[in-house]
């Protein structure tokens, strides 16, 4: 059973930070890139960031130089290490596959973590 367990939000005020952990199982972690998405009331989906399988990091605008995204393919986690955070960085922080392995494109998302920042 494929599963995506996301942990560590909540809330926080302006300025401070936060360490979202995923952990995954069911599925080969190590052979998919992995990503961050969030979604705030409202609003669409969107990018948090994304990691290659061989750690390549890539972030949007909105969070690049906050955000640090890393994984670990022996443990099959994936964090998400967010800095100097603003009220508009609230939202549900789901992790999610990206990508595929050959022909194999999954689509597995955990259920996600509530991040609230006050300002």
């Known amino acids: 059973q494929v599963q995506l367990v996301e942990s560590g939000g909540g809330l926080v005020q302006a300025g401070e ?54 994984r670990d393919n022996v443990k099959n986690t994936l964090t998400l290490q967010m800095n100097s955070l603003k009220p508009e960085d609230t939202a549900v922080y789901s992790c999610a596959t990206a990508g595929c392995s050959g022909d194999v494109c999954p689509n597995y998302w955990g259920q996600g973590t509530q991040v609230t920042v006050s300002s």
Do not use: H, Q
Not at 23 to 45: D, I, L
């Open 17 to 70: 930070s936060l360490r979202l952990s995923c952990t995954a199982s069911g599925f080969t972690f190590s052979t998919y890139a992995m990503a961050w998405y969030r979604r705030a009331p409202g609003k669409e989906r969107e990018l948090v960031a994304s990691i290659s399988k061989g750690g390549n990091a890539y972030y949007p605008d909105s969070v690049r130089g906050r955000a640090s995204i890393a």
